[in-house]
């Protein structure tokens, strides 16, 4: 069975820095596109960062040049590095991951962990 695990999340103060890792087990995560999506409470799910071999790396707008998506595929793993945290980006983070593509449809997702910005 295919699994993703995320882990990392927990409380920073506005302006510091965070790794999410995604842990994936029951398949080789570098041939899967593999993203994180967020979803703040009272808010619908959004897509933060994807990560393709074909389609390289993607990320919505409120977080390019802050964070950056990674993988490394002996560790089987992908990370989200969060830096310049602001209060806006308190959500439960979800990994994903999907055979074919990006989007906002993944076939495989992780339960969460959730990401507190506060001081």
């Known amino acids: 069975q295919l699994h993703v695990v995320e882990s990392g999340g927990g409380l920073v103060q506005p302006g510091g820095s965070m790794r999410l890792s995604c842990v994936g087990s029951?398949?080789?995560?570098?041939?899967?596109?593999m993203a994180w999506f967020r979803q703040a409470p009272g808010k619908e799910r959004e897509g933060v960062s994807c990560?393709?071999?074909?389609?390289?790396?993607h990320y919505v707008d409120s977080v390019k040049g802050r964070f950056t998506i990674s993988r490394d595929n002996a560790k089987n793993t992908v990370y989200l590095q969060m830096n310049s945290l602001k209060v806006e980006d308190t959500a439960v983070y979800y990994c994903?991951?999907?055979?074919?593509?990006?989007?906002?449809?993944?076939?495989?997702w992780g339960k969460g962990t959730l990401v507190t910005v506060s001081s």
């Open positions: 994903a991951a999907d055979p074919s593509a990006c989007s906002n449809a993944m076939d495989y």
């Open positions: 029951g398949f080789t995560l570098d041939y899967y596109a």
């Open positions: 990560i393709n071999s074909r389609e390289g790396t």
